[in-house]
Structure formats: structure tokens, C-alpha cells
């Protein structure tokens, strides 16, 4: 797997905060480039895999550890 390049904190946020600093974070990245985002929010598991969808980018992983999810984005 593909080393991260940059890792989004968005522990503590809830709805839209997290998905509204992915969209930032991904935009000042280059394509092919990973993002990786820790949250707390429970809705941010179906947040990440509907904003992937909508914007093209790649969901690669989403999972849970520690008590925070973590979702794994390629930029397209």
C-alpha cells in the first residue's frame, strides 16, 4: 500500500467539519497522493464512503481502532 502523504485530525469534529477539511485537505494534494483521516464521528463512516463517491476519489480503506475510525483516501 501507498505510504501516506498526509493525515487529517479531525477527531473531536462532528458533521460536516470532518468531510469539509477532507474536501481542503485533498485539494492542496496531487493525484495519486493519500490522505489519511482520523474522526470520531460515527457518522463519518457513511460520510467518507457518500463523499468518495460523489467527488471520484478513492475510498482504499475505512476502519475502526483505538475508539476513532480511520479512512485511507486516494485523490483521483
Do not use: H, W, Y
Not at 3 to 9: G, K, M, N, R, Y
Not at 20 to 29: I, Q, Y
Request: glycine share 10%; hydrophobic share 35%; charged share 20%.
Amino acid at each position: 500500500m501507498d505510504a501516506t502523504q498526509q493525515t487529517l485530525d479531525a477527531r473531536g469534529l462532528n458533521c460536516p467539519l470532518p468531510i469539509l477539511r477532507t474536501r481542503k485537505s485533498l485539494g492542496a494534494m496531487d493525484a495519486g497522493e493519500t490522505l489519511q483521516v482520523l474522526a470520531t464521528d460515527p457518522g463519518s463512516v457513511k460520510d467518507m464512503e457518500s463523499f468518495c463517491a460523489q467527488t471520484g476519489n478513492e475510498l482504499v480503506s475505512s476502519g475502526q481502532e483505538d475508539g476513532q475510525f480511520v479512512f485511507l483516501i486516494r485523490k483521483a
